[in-house]
């Protein structure tokens, strides 16, 4: 999957760290979760649904990695399918156990209806291959002004507890 970062990078933010590197790490660490959880919400929400809610149950907020260099989080899931529900996939023939107990989830059908419904899907997957949710562009795309605003107000909290010696 595409490696989407978000970059809060300031001069004000390497010096503030440079004096009072505790401080920074507190504030921009809890600034970033919140922001993790944010556009995790936000991409949960943009996960189609298969059912089972597999896919969609298993995203979510990475910890939050501190480094005197950067600050890293974010947003994913450790199913292998989430790729090409993203992107979209190549035709390509899909296996077709799964494909039927989707379509019986999903589409409630049964017996010869539910075989021949997977069938067909099997038969356009193949022909057509599948287009892409981009439910994780689109979902860090529709949070990023409030993630900067967070990481904005994280680092205004970091100040001002460095500058009124709240240390």
Excluded: C, N
């Amino acid at each position: 999957m595409d490696d989407i970062t978000i970059r809060y990078d300031t001069k004000d933010l390497a010096r503030m760290a440079a004096r009072a590197p505790d401080i920074v790490a507190e504030e921009m660490g809890a600034g970033a979760l919140e922001a993790s959880l944010l556009a995790e919400r936000e991409v949960r929400e943009l996960t189609p649904s298969s059912g089972a809610g597999t896919l969609r149950d298993s995203i979510g907020a990475l910890p939050v990695e501190i480094s005197a260099e950067r600050m890293t989080s974010g947003v994913g899931t450790s199913l292998s399918y989430a790729a090409p529900v993203e992107t979209g996939a190549r035709p390509h023939w899909m296996p077709f156990e799964p494909l039927l107990d989707w379509v019986e989830r999903k589409l409630g059908l049964k017996g010869p209806e539910a075989k021949r419904v997977a069938r067909a899907i099997r038969f356009k997957i193949a022909t057509k291959g599948t287009e892409g949710a981009h439910m994780f562009r689109l979902g860090f795309a529709a949070t990023e002004p409030q993630i900067m605003d967070i990481l904005a107000a994280a680092a205004a909290r970091a100040a001002g507890r460095i500058d009124g010696g709240a240390e």
